[in-house]
Structures are given as structure tokens and as C-alpha cells.
């Protein structure tokens, strides 16, 4: 267990790179995989999750090098019998992209789980994949979690699942159904949450040569079918959700701080945390490549927040909230409580620690400040976000905060606390960089 101690901040500055996008490395490496030729992707994020990904291609067959931040990926498409169990650690989407995907060996494929991973939703995805002819489902290997599929293709044909438990279920069969036998309509029962990461899925995938159609509301998807992927070359842009607790760190304190490489045309819903900054009355400045927050010090202003489709920023909210004047709202977040932990609750109890004034309910949080925020011990949950969440709450806090378990950070953002501590912070501990 490594611990992190954080100290009241007063003043920040400086310039930090954003990592680059966690969504965006793990969609360019499988769809890459799945290409027949070479694809590079440079500036990937190196991350536990992006590393299980990693995993998952090359035990399916794709040949992927790395050098000077750039992976060279040799795709293997259809997919290539892999010789072991296939471990994807803690990586919601390494699996649910991955499960698809191994229906296209031909020979049967297993995947581990990791132990917050397995009280994660799998099952409407098996169930659609079954719908559309693939022999899937989970079972226990020892006291692992684990998850089965045949492989032997995809029939395709008609499938319908919910839009409101994850978006990575719709992304998976997007990176599959383009090569079933027929083509395949999707049905998305109920109003899909999350909508940008599938228009991320699309957007790369158009890269690599595949078509798919969506409906203007996203509760059709049409995938036509005998697609072949072809090989793409990507540049990574930075990650807003990783961002975001950058410039929140800049809204809290006294401080100017610019983030570079982050392309506000790329499509990251989180980019959102900009205009949320702005409305709780933080000076924001944007460029096409950078976002520069200016704080002064004083309270901010309070707000509510729809987080249906920005799920990833409800963490670092949280924490602008506890420091903003009035009562703040964050509703639409339910899907919070099946994260890498019950994220709401996580939430809940470890900024209550630090004095924060907050409720809970079924699909948000509620809280009233500015809080008079303290030092405590911070449990994160095994979560990184959490881990990110209270260490920019603590930068308004009195006193010490410590953060056990920090080395969760290494899922999504592994410099997180090398960058704090580059801006000015107070920082002992958790150092991470791979």
C-alpha cells in the first residue's frame, strides 16, 4: 500500500501535458488489431487499463512493438486462437471490448477477471452477442471470475439492449458486427447514456475504413456486414476526464494553470468541465491544443449537473462543489454505483471525512458549501478517480491529507501526482510514471 500526503495549497502555476486519452488508446489499439496491415498509434497512454488491452490483442494474435512513444501494431484479423486465459485485470473496457472480439477466433477464448471487475455488468452484452449467435457466458475458474466464448464468428441479424447500464456494451459489438455474416441492427431499448464515447468508437472506426449508421436519438445502430478494417495511423489527444482534475485544482486555489494537448474538436464529452468551470465562475481560456483556468481564491458558485453522458467528471465535481458557494446538484449518475467502485458512495463518505457537506441518493449527490474542508485519511476505494477527488479537495483543506492506496491512479494517470507536485503542490510520495 503506498500512501500519498497532500498539503493545503495557496498557489499554483505553471504548464502540464494532459495524459493522453485513455478511451481513445484502447479503441485506436483494437481497431488497429483487427486491421489487416501495420497501423501506428503514437502518444498512447501507458496505463494499467491500457495495458491489459495490450494483453487481450496480443493473445489474439495482433504483433504490437513499442518504441519512442509509438506503437506499431501488426493487426491479425480474424482474430488468432490465443493459447491462454486471457487476464484483463481491473479494465471494464478491455473486456466488453474483447468479448466480441474473441468471437471471431475460431477456437474457443477465456477472460479473467479482476475482482472489482467481476461485480461490474457483463451480462446484457452476453446476452446480445447470444442474439446475435455467439455461445458466451460467465463461469468460475477456482475462485476466479471468468467469462467464455466460443468463437467460430458472428451470424449478425438483430439485437436489442439498454443505452443506460454502460456505453462500452454498444462500442463492443461496433467493433465486431461490420465482420458478421449479415448485417446487423442494433436496438437500444432505453435513452443511451454516454453518448459520446460511442460517437468516439464510430469516429475511429471510420478511420479504419468501416461504415456504420446511427440514428439521429442513438436507439438504432445499422452495421453492414463483410466490412474489412484497414490500417489507420493515430496520434492520441490528451484525456479531459484526466484533465479535468488539473484544472479544478486551479479553480479551488489561488493559481493559473494550462494544460496542453487537448484538442476540444476531438470527441470527448468530458470536455464539458470547461464550460462547468466557467459557469462556477473560474476564468477559462481555450485554444484549439490547450485549456488555460485561472483561479482567484474566492468561493465559487454553485451548479446542477445532468452527468448522464459525462459520467467521468462527477468525481472532480464533487470536489469543485465542497468549494463552491450555495448548494450544487449532480443527478443522472446511477451508473456511478457499478464503477471500479459504488462511486457515489465512495464519494460520499471520504469527502464527508474531509468536512464535506453532502447527501446522497439514488442517482447523484448533494452538496452544500463551502465546506470547511480538513485533512483526514482517505480511503479511495481502490478507484482512481476517488484517489484524484479527494487529492484536489485536499488542496483547500486544512492540514494534511493522506491518501492510502494511491497507487490506483497507475488504471488511468499514472503522473497524477508527479504533475500536482510540478504546479506547486505539496506533494510526499506517488510517484507512479511508467
Keep these: 500500500m503506498t500512501v500519498v500526503i497532500i498539503g493545503k495549497a495557496e498557489r499554483l502555476s505553471g504548464e502540464v501535458d494532459a495524459p493522453p486519452s485513455k478511451a481513445y488508446t484502447q479503441r485506436m489499439l483494437i481497431a488497429a488489431a483487427l486491421s489487416d496491415g501495420v497501423s501506428k498509434i503514437s502518444r498512447p497512454l501507458i496505463a494499467d487499463d491500457t495495458e491489459a488491452a495490450l494483453r487481450a490483442v496480443k493473445a489474439l494474435g495482433a504483433k504490437v512493438t513499442a518504441a519512442e512513444d509509438c506503437w506499431t501494431v501488426e493487426g491479425a484479423s ?3 486462437v490465443a493459447e491462454t486465459m486471457i487476464d484483463c485485470g481491473e479494465s471494464g473496457a478491455t473486456l466488453r471490448f474483447m468479448i466480441p472480439v474473441a468471437a471471431l477466433a475460431s477456437e474457443p ?18 446476452q446480445s452477442l ?15 471470475a471468468s467469462i467464455y466464448v466460443r468463437g467460430g464468428g458472428i451470424r449478425g441479424g438483430r439485437t436489442s439492449i439498454r443505452g443506460d447500464i454502460s456505453s462500452q456494451f454498444i462500442s463492443g459489438l461496433m467493433f465486431v458486427c461490420p465482420m458478421a455474416q449479415m448485417d446487423t441492427e442494433i436496438i437500444v431499448t432505453t435513452p443511451l447514456e454516454s453518448r459520446g464515447y460511442v460517437q468516439m468508437t464510430k469516429a475511429v472506426l471510420a478511420e479504419h475504413g468501416i461504415r456504420i449508421l446511427i440514428s439521429e ?13 484497414v490500417p489507420c495511423d493515430h496520434k492520441v489527444p490528451g484525456d479531459f476526464s484526466s484533465a479535468a482534475f488539473l484544472l479544478a485544482a486551479a479553480a479551488i486555489t489561488r493559481s493559473n494553470v494550462r494544460v496542453e494537448n487537448l484538442n476540444y474538436e476531438s470527441v470527448q464529452d468530458d470536455k464539458a468541465i470547461l464550460g462547468i468551470l466557467s459557469q462556477m465562475g473560474a476564468k477559462c481560456r481555450v485554444q484549439l491544443d490547450y485549456a488555460e483556468v485561472a483561479g482567484d481564491g474566492r468561493p465559487l458558485k454553485a451548479v446542477d449537473v445532468d452527468a448522464r453522458d459525462i459520467p467521468d467528471l462527477v468525481p472532480v465535481l464533487a470536489a469543485l462543489a465542497c468549494y463552491a458557494e450555495g448548494v450544487s446538484r449532480i443527478y443522472g449518475a446511477q451508473r456511478l454505483r457499478y464503477k471500479e467502485s459504488d462511486r457515489l458512495l ?5 469527502l464527508k471525512k474531509m468536512g464535506a457537506d453532502i447527501a446522497i441518493n439514488e442517482d447523484g449527490l ?19 478517480r476517488i484517489a484524484m477527488a479527494c487529492a484536489v479537495a485536499a488542496l483547500g483543506a486544512a492540514g494534511e491529507t493522506r491518501i492510502q492506496n494511491a497507487e490506483c491512479v497507475r488504471k488511468s494517470y499514472p503522473r497524477f501526482f508527479n504533475d500536482l507536485r510540478s504546479l506547486g503542490v505539496d506533494v510526499v510520495g506517488g510517484e507512479f510514471d511508467r
Excluded at 130 to 144: A, P
Aim: overall charge negative; aromatic content about 8%; glycine content about 6%.
Design 346 to 350: 465512495s464519494l460520499y463518505l471520504e
Design 78 to 80: 480474424p482474430p488468432k
Design 366 to 384: 448533494t452538496i452544500k458549501g463551502p465546506c470547511e474542508m480538513h485533512g483526514a485519511t482517505i480511503d479511495p476505494h481502490n478507484d482512481h
Design 217 to 229: 436519438n442513438f436507439s438504432r445502430i445499422y452495421v453492414p456486414a463483410h466490412q474489412v478494417y
Design 109 to 126: 477464448t477465456i477472460f479473467l477477471l479482476g475482482e472489482s471487475l467481476e461485480k461490474r455488468p457483463i451480462e446484457p452484452l452476453l
Design 130 to 144: 447470444r442474439e446475435l449467435g455467439v455461445e458466451t457466458f460467465s463461469r468460475h475458474i477456482g475462485v476466479k
